[in-house]
Each structure stands twice: as C-alpha cells, then as structure tokens.
C-alpha cells in the first residue's frame, strides 16, 4: 500500500493559496484509497501551471507541448492499456489551444482521465482571458471585456455523448476526491472540470464567488438521463452543480481493436518470425 | 525625434500601428506578451483596427491570411513553440503570394525549452520553415529603435514582393526597455492591390488558391516564385560592418548576440586586436557578398550566436573553402556576456596568429 507522502514531488512553485494545491491533495488521497502506486500511473500534461501538476507529484510523467495532451494521452493508452492513463490540463491548454483533441478523445472514449484545472484564466502567461473567461470580463488583454461567450465545457461534453461528465471544485477537497475516483474507476474517456481559484490573476472567481454558487448535485440525480445532463451543464451562473453530470456505458476505443483485446501491445512478444510468410512472399 | 523609453515588444507594436496594421492577431506566449497585450490596447484607437486573440496560433495565422486576402496590413507575433504552429499558414501565404508580418521572439528551445532568450530558430526562419519551396525575407533587428524601424520595412517588402516577412528578434530584444522614436514612420507608398477579394462585380472573379494539381502549372508556379525570390537575394540583402577595414579577424553576428560582440569588440581593440564585425541584417536573404569580398583580405572569421551552430551554416556557404572558421554557440536560452565572448574571441586570435607566424 502506498502513503500518501508515496506521492511527493518536487516543491510546488505554485502562488501560496492556488487551488492547485487542493486539486494536488485530493488527487493523492484518491490514488491512495484506489490503492495504486506512483510507478502504476503515468500523468501526461500540457503546458500551464496545472501543467506543471506532475512534477509536483511522483508519477511516470510526460509534459507534453501546449495542447496537446490528450493526443499523448491516446498513444501512450494505446501502447499500453494496462495502465491508467492521466491527463492533467488547463481550461487554456485544452478548451483552447487544443480544443479539436478534445472532441475527438470524447468521440472516441479512450480510456484517458482527462482533469481540467480550470481557473477561468491563462495562468502561467499571468492573465489573459481563457475560453471559459465569462463574457465581459476585463483582463490583461481583454481592456474592454471578453467579447466571446465563454465555452462551456460539460454542456459540450454532454453533447457528445462523452461517458463520464463532472465537475469539482478545488474548495471541496473531500467531494473533489470521490469525483476523481470515480473519474478513475469509470470505464471510457472522463472529463473532470474542477473549477479552481487562480489567486493572482483571476479576481473574479475568487474562492468566495465559487463557495457561495456551487452546490452539490442532488443524490437522486440519474447521471444516465442525457437531456437532463444538457439542463444539468447549462447551469453556470449564481448555481454551478459539482458532482457526476453525465455517464454512459459506451465501448472503449481500447475494446474495439481486438489485437490488444487480450494483451497490452508493449507487453506481446517481439517475434520476427511472424513476419516470415509476408517476408518470404515479397523477396 | 522625440524619444519614449519602451520595451522592445511595445515598440513592434507601435511601429506596426504607424505603418498601417489593421488587423493584429495573437495568442499568449512569453517572452512576447507585451505585443500582444499593446496591440490589444493600442488597435481600438485605429480607424478599422482589428484585435483578436485567437484559440491557437494557427488560428491566428490564418486569420492573417484572411486579412491579407482582403487587402489588409496584417500581423501576427509569436514566440518559438508558436512560431512552429504558425508554419502552415506561412507556407500557405507564400505559395499564394499574400503579404504579411511575422514576428518571432525567439526563446530557448528545442520543445517547450524555456523563456529565456535564443537564437535556435534561425534555420527555419531562413529555410522557409513550412513545406514547399519558399523563401521569406528575415530581419533581425538588434535594438529596441531597430525593432521599431523593422516593422515598416518589413510590412514595405511584404507588399512590394506578395510574400510572407519575418522578424527575428529574441526575448531579450522583446523584453528590454530603450529609448525609442517613431518619427520617420510614415506611410508613403501605396500599393496596387490588383490580387485582393474586393467582390467580383463587372469583372471576373478572383480566386486565391495554391491547389495546382497540374504538375507543370505546379511547376511553373515554383519557377515564379524562384525568379521573386532572385530578385530578393539581388535587391534586398542588408547588413552592417563595424570596423573591418583593418581587422585581421571578423566576428559574423546578428541581433542580441552582434550586441554583445560589439562589446566585446570594443575591448579587444582597447588591446589592439583588430576585430571587425559584420552583422547580417538580413538573414535571408544572406549577405554572402560582403563575407565573400572580406575573405580576399581576411582569413579567420568568427561566428558567434546563441545556438550550438545556424548561422555557422550560411557563413560556411558563403565562404566556401575560402578562411578559417572559429565559433562560439551558446544554446538554450543562456546569453553570454561580452566580457566572456572578449576572452574566448582574444584566444582564437592568439592562436591563429601563432599559426600564421
Ligand atoms: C504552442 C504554445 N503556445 C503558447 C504557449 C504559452 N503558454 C504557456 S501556458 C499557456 C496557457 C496557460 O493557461 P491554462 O492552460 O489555462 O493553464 P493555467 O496556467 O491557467 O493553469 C500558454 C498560452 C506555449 N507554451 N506553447
Ligand atoms: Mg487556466
């Protein structure tokens, strides 16, 4: 069994306050209580503050370009199956810059675990509007307001039929757990939005603004009801609902390709032999 | 010439406003967020001006082929990961023969690398960059006033050839604060934009299309675009010397890393080395002309720039076989300081005097 200092990294160059550090908390007592050890997973990320998360945690890392996580993500799932794959980006990285990955990874429903340290803002650029920034919101480069209608990324996921749809906030550590081991234990492509306070540059969505807006979503709430999961997503004003949105039982991308039905590909045997009949045929 | 203290990043985008950009579309990347964050200011109080920050860099460079097509001046900056996205739109502005301006504050890299500054994207800023056989015009700027006086330039050239400029500068030449002047930006020359979408009424209509699946149009159409860019090597090749008339060594230097070798210079001579400099201001085209010229009386030439070796490429070519090449490259995003460049030049010129005797 792993403790939970298992999963320490290097220091955190985090703003004191950031709910990254309360993401980066539930995330080790969830992989803790799911009992799996820092050499089982392997956390890809993007480039941000949230993509900075894996260093902060000991994991088999990959922190990949701007963007592009989750096509990482995909290859790294492909090759080896067997093992649970993390993504962990920001509402820039990957409602952005890599919005079109996103689409696809949820059409497909790859078994990827896709977590969204979404603050409403770039952080690390130090705070231009994100695409979840709400409309009119003056920023560093936004003088007279965000002019666009932000995304909003639950209600996109629900249309597209995406198999696992929740929402966490980084100011509900406990709720915040159970959502990402259930993100885990999810069969298929999870999308975890978590709202989390950037404490220097976004000072609209405060902590204060969350807390008094989200709430837990209802306990006889059926996640399995799409077109009340589209209701569910459209709220996002003076109540934001935290908690499982939207699940289905779809196939995985993994379980339609029977060459790795039974067996990862990195861990079948390298066999030339097997190339002999092709080989022969052509020489 | 009334002066303003103001980082290089700001100037860009001052001196774009004055030359008639219109449209300036950008995504956030450090070490060249103050561009974007001036422009994002600056553009409102344009008549026509245009402001977007995009979804992606690539986004953004197309929306400058959209501007382009339409007749505007249009921008985009980025720094050396953005700089790569960018590279489609680039090619594709080329091929159809579209103005625009492209700024590159380059940053420490291969992948995401760093902030810091660097000079690692010179071969494929000079190289075209994107597929296909293309050229883009190069400057590189080594001041904050420079910067400033780039921008016209760029966006004159751009209209006057139909092709893609870019501005090579650094994040240290984007970050650091000069005193600068806009005075002598005017815009004077106004160019028959016979090519642009303006609406097909009473004529036929245009269509703005690399798409030749005929091989000998695709062919011929490369040939064309060959004889512009002769031209170009012909016309357009720039640079600065600064004390070769007696130097028996010549450090070749562009943009942050000819400042400092002109630092360092200054103290080599002080010991009465005799150490010139030729600083490419074009880096495509290439001043192979004026290095080629200087090798009938010199024979070491010193290539200095922050990268394990680029522009050592173009030096070679343009000496082919003639003098001896030394080097110092610091890559990664590390700048060297002149006083360190000072000892490493006086060593080499040492040594190759002791062989020379
Ligand atoms: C290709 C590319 N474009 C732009 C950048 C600059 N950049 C770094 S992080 C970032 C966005 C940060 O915002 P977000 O994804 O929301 O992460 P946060 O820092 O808020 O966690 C950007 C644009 C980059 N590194 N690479
Ligand atoms: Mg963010």
Redesign the pocket.
């Known amino acids: 069994m792993a403790h939970l200092d298992d999963f320490e990294g290097l220091t955190p160059a985090w703003c004191p306050g950031c709910g990254n550090f309360a993401i980066k908390k539930a995330f080790k007592e969830a992989m803790v209580e799911l009992g799996l050890e820092p050499h089982q997973i392997t956390i890809v990320s ?6 900075k998360f894996p260093h902060y945690v000991r994991c088999n890392t990959f922190n990949g ?3 592009r996580t989750l096509p990482v993500a995909t290859g790294l799932r492909l090759a080896n199956h067997g093992m649970p794959v993390l993504a962990f ?6 409602y ?2 890599g919005g079109n990955h996103l689409i696809h990874a949820m059409r497909r429903n790859i078994s990827v675990k896709l977590f969204v ?1 979404d ?1 409403q ?5 130090k705070g231009q509007a ?1 695409p979840t920034t709400a409309e009119g919101t003056v920023m560093k480069i936004q003088p007279f307001g965000v002019q666009s209608e932000p995304l909003n990324p639950l209600a996109l996921a629900v249309a597209l039929d995406c198999s696992f749809v929740a929402r966490g906030f980084a100011g509900d550590g406990d709720h915040l757990k159970g959502l990402i081991k259930e993100a885990m234990d999810h069969r298929g492509f999870s999308l975890l939005d978590i709202l989390q306070p ?1 404490v220097t540059f976004n000072k609209v969505n405060t902590y204060d603004w969350y807390k008094t807006r989200c709430y837990h979503i209802e306990p006889d709430y059926n996640p399995e009801n799409r077109v009340q999961a589209f209701e569910k997503a459209l709220e996002f004003g003076d109540r934001i609902p935290i908690g499982i949105l939207y699940r289905n039982h779809r196939h995985t991308y993994e379980d339609g390709i029977p060459m790795i039905k039974e067996t990862p590909l990195v861990k079948q045997p390298f066999d030339l032999s097997a190339m002999k009949g092709i080989l022969e045929e052509f020489y | 010439m009334k002066k303003q203290l103001m980082s290089g990043n700001a100037a860009l985008g001052e001196a774009a406003v004055l030359s008639g950009c219109t449209c300036y579309f950008g ?4 070490p060249q967020n103050e561009l974007t964050e001036y422009m994002a200011k600056r553009m409102p109080e344009v008549p026509g001006g245009t402001f977007i920050q995009s979804e992606s ?1 690539i986004a953004a460079i197309n929306m400058v082929l959209g501007a382009s097509v339409a007749g505007a001046r249009a921008m985009t900056s ?1 720094s050396s ?2 700089m790569s ?1 960018k590279q489609e739109g680039i090619s594709y502005l080329a091929a159809d023969e579209l103005p625009a301006v492209i700024i590159n504050m380059v940053r420490g890299g291969p992948g ?1 690398g760093n902030i810091s500054p660097a000079q690692s994207d010179y071969l494929q800023a000079t190289r075209g960059g994107g597929h296909g056989d293309y050229r883009t015009i190069v400057l590189a700027p080594s001041s904050v006033q420079e910067l400033a006086d780039a921008v016209p330039v760029a966006f004159d050239l751009a209209d006057s050839y139909r092709n893609p400029v870019i501005i090579l500068g650094d994040g240290m030449l984007g970050q650091m604060m000069e005193p600068v002047s806009f005075d002598h930006i005017r815009q004077e020359k106004v160019y028959p934009k016979d090519y642009i979408l303006t609406g097909a009424k009473g004529r036929p209509a245009r269509k703005i299309h690399s798409l030749l699946f005929d091989t000998k149009l695709e062919e011929e159409h490369n040939w064309k675009l060959f004889r512009k860019y002769k031209g170009m090597e012909q016309n357009e090749v720039r640079f600065e010397t600064f004390l070769v008339d007696d130097a028996e060594m010549v450090v070749i230097a562009y943009g942050t890393s000819a400042r400092i070798a002109k630092g360092a210079i200054r103290r080599l001579r002080q010991e009465n080395l005799k150490v010139g400099l030729i600083r490419p201001i074009t880096l495509w085209p290439f001043p192979t002309n004026i290095i080629r010229e200087t090798a009938t009386r010199v024979k070491d030439f010193f290539v200095f720039e922050m990268s394990t070796g680029q522009l050592i490429e173009d030096v070679r070519l343009a000496l082919e076989g003639r003098g001896h090449i030394h080097f110092y490259g610091r890559p990664g995003g590390v700048i060297p300081t002149p006083v360190e460049l000072f000892r490493i030049v006086s060593r080499h010129y040492y040594q190759s005097q002791q062989v020379k005797k």
């Open positions: 993007g480039i941000g503050q949230s993509g370009l701007h963007g980006a920001g509402d820039g990285d990957c952005g810059e340290h603050n803002i770039y952080g690390l650029t994100s950037c | 995504y956030p990347i450090t860099e980025s990961p953005g996205l995401m």
